[in-house]
């Protein structure tokens, strides 16, 4: 009809909705613009992918019907994502989908199906029998992958170093969506947050940071913020965690104790801790000091110097290793500085010509040796390095002194020194003193012959009865043995008293005020003549007596008696004449000195009295020979 125009019915008859075919479809559409498809019948929308159908316009229902279940539709389905929904909650089955060639185009056994291309049959194996699947076509939109997206919650992807060991250290940090003023935190295992040293956003995906100079052993994780935006706390992806280690501490190697200090020595030690990360280390004292005169190298670990103080025996002194992380181990140390310690306090007695040997003492935590420092050792007798002090005593009699001073140095030079008296043994000369009436004197009452040898006889000549008159030799120190045949130069009488033995060397003055008094320390009693008692009494060091009991036998003008002292306290009494036992045993306390000392009562001059009087240094006599006690 002339003049008439068709109406627009492609927006009209679908209330504003563009519709026609497949072919007039919009030629620049925009996402999310619909268009009704009447070539397909449903309507579509413009995706990313394209056109495709609408939410509902593609969803389809199957009704399984066996363990095997076949539909042929009349149209086709397209291509894309359904989801599947079974109306007995039942997923135990397998489903395949073909295109109108006959080609699969899709498969699943879970509850979504992606179809790879438009399908017209679909097979389903298993399932429940008279079970309802709905098909729910999702319009699909391929999305692209940012990292630049800043008004939303940052995520982190990974970090590049992973070990951290050594201050400023730095590493870098890939993720996405970092703000300009994206906020970074380290996490502790403790769930502590600590600041890095330094941190730079290069990109919104790349952010560099330097770990903090005090980052203790651990491991750590790495948290990203920005600031007023919500973190994505669903996904956590801007925190990873377990990203990061700060290393591990140095180990020790050194021991424990160090080397000796020695004094005016010099003095080099060096300190040796590892490290797993093969950083350099430090060492540095935390506590203590080191001897004067000695210093720590710190970049070394090298104790050097010469130690010029004095003695001391032990000093600790805790030193760090630290490496260049700033990990760190403590040790403490223990250094010595100490001379020997004498242990020996004297020697036996070198008898000249016999075989001697004694083994000199000290202790140390070092090797020692020893050598004559000053003086004259015994001629015929030799120190070892090992402090063996032997040989044969020679060229020298019975009671000569030498006095000599040995040194004990350790192998790192400290030393201690200790002075020896060494006097030969065998019998001695003897110094014998006369007193008469509590004073020395008395050579008119009492004759000694052959004073100052090693036998002496003595006697007394006059005076009234009594105690006061006898003689005393010099100082000795034991072990010692006295001997002495009981006989005068008469003939002795009911009257002859004589004591002989040893006087404790203090009592000397009190028994010299009170002559009296007796003041043995162990002695022998003839109270009566050729063949009475032989009595053995003891008094302690002083006055009054300890222990008064006579014990003896008979005996002859003549007779040779021993008295030996021992270094221990002990005294022995023997008549060698009668018998190898002895007499009496009495054990006293410890004593440094006796005095040989005799006293005779006798009446009648020249009655009483002893010859032969001698003392042998050094030994003791044991029934039949001189012995080392």
């Known amino acids: 009809m002339e003049g008439w125009i068709m109406p627009d019915i492609r927006t009209s008859a679908l209330g504003g909705v563009p519709f026609g075919t497949s072919q007039t479809r919009p030629a620049s559409p925009q996402i999310g613009q ?23 316009a593609n969803d389809f229902n199957v009704t399984l019907n066996g363990n095997v279940t076949t539909a042929t539709f009349t149209k086709e389905y397209f291509e894309g994502a359904y989801t599947i929904s079974s109306a007995l909650l039942d997923s135990s089955y397998d489903i395949y989908v073909y295109n109108t060639n006959g080609t699969q185009v899709g498969y699943t056994k879970s509850p979504s199906l992606n179809a790879t291309g438009n399908f017209n049959k679909i097979v389903i194996v298993g399932g429940t029998n008279g079970d309802l699947l709905s098909f729910s076509y999702k319009t699909t939109f391929v999305a692209s992958t940012t990292t630049s997206e800043i008004a939303a919650g940052p995520f982190l992807s990974s970090v590049s170093p992973t070990a951290l060991v050594s201050i400023d250290d730095s590493t870098t ?23 890095p040293k330094s941190y730079t956003r290069v990109t919104a995906s790349t952010i560099s940071f330097v770990r903090p100079d005090s980052f203790p052993i651990g491991t750590y994780s790495l948290k990203v913020t920005n ?12 925190i990873l965690t377990n990203c990061i280690t700060a290393g591990s501490s140095p180990a020790w190697q050194t021991a424990t104790t160090l080397p000796e200090v020695g004094k ?69 140390f223990t250094i010595f500085q100490s001379a020997p310690v004498w242990v020996t306090t004297s020697l036996s007695t070198p008898i000249p010509g016999e075989a001697y040997s004694y083994q000199l003492a000290s202790t140390d935590n070092n090797t020692i040796s020893y050598s004559v420092f000053s003086g004259t050792i015994v001629p015929g007798l030799s120190l070892s390095s090992s402090g063996l002090l032997s040989g044969t005593p020679s060229g020298s009699s019975a ?51 052959n004073n100052n040898t090693s036998s002496v006889n003595i006697f007394k000549t006059s005076g009234t009865n009594g105690w006061n008159i006898g003689a005393y030799g010099q100082e ?35 028994m010299l005020t009170d002559p009296n008094q007796s003041y043995f320390y162990g002695y022998m009693w003839y109270p009566v003549a050729t063949n009475g008692e032989a009595n053995i009494y003891e008094r302690s060091w002083t006055v009054p007596q300890v222990n008064n009991s006579p014990a003896g036998g008979s005996w002859s003008s003549g007779n040779l008696f021993r008295i030996s002292f021992y270094p221990d306290g002990r005294v022995k009494y023997y008549n060698v004449s009668q018998s190898s036992n002895p007499k009496r045993e009495v054990d006293h306390d410890n004593f440094t000195t006796i005095r040989p000392h005799i006293s005779l009562y006798s009446v009648d001059a020249t009655n009483g009295g002893v010859s032969n009087y001698k003392v042998y240094l050094g030994k003791v006599w044991n029934g039949s020979a001189f012995v080392n006690p």
């Open 34 to 56: 619909t268009y009704y498809n009447g070539t397909l019948g449903v309507q579509e929308i413009y995706t990313p992918s394209g056109w495709l159908p609408a939410t509902g």
């Open 173 to 195: 940090i890939t993720g996405g969506n970092f703000a300009s003023d994206v906020v970074l935190k380290i996490i502790d295992g403790s769930g502590n947050e600590i600041n």
């Open 227 to 238: 600031p007023g935006v919500t973190s994505p706390t669903g996904s956590n992806l801007h």
């Open 264 to 332: 005016n020595v010099a003095y080099s030690t060096t300190l040796l801790a590892s490290d797993t990360e093969s950083t350099d280390i430090d060492y540095q004292i935390v506590s203590g000091t080191l001897p004067s005169g000695l210093s720590l190298v710190e970049e070394t670990g090298v104790i050097s110097g010469t130690y010029t103080g004095s003695d001391f025996n032990i000093s600790n002194i805790v030193i760090k290793a630290v490496d260049a992380g700033g990990n760190f181990v403590n040790r403490t």
């Open 399 to 449: 009671g000569t002194s030498y006095t000599f001073v040995v040194r004990a140095t350790d192998s790192v030079g400290n030393f201690s020194d200790r002075s020896f008296t060494a006097i030969t043994g065998g019998y001695i000369p003897l110094s014998f003193t006369p007193y008469y009436n509590g004073g020395p004197g008395g050579t008119s009452n009492v004759t000694i012959t």
């Open 476 to 510: 000795i120190a034991p072990p010692l043995t006295i001997e002495f045949n009981k006989n005068g130069p008469g003939s002795d009488n009911s009257s002859s008293y004589t004591m002989s033995g040893g006087m404790p060397s203090e009592n000397l003055s009190s």
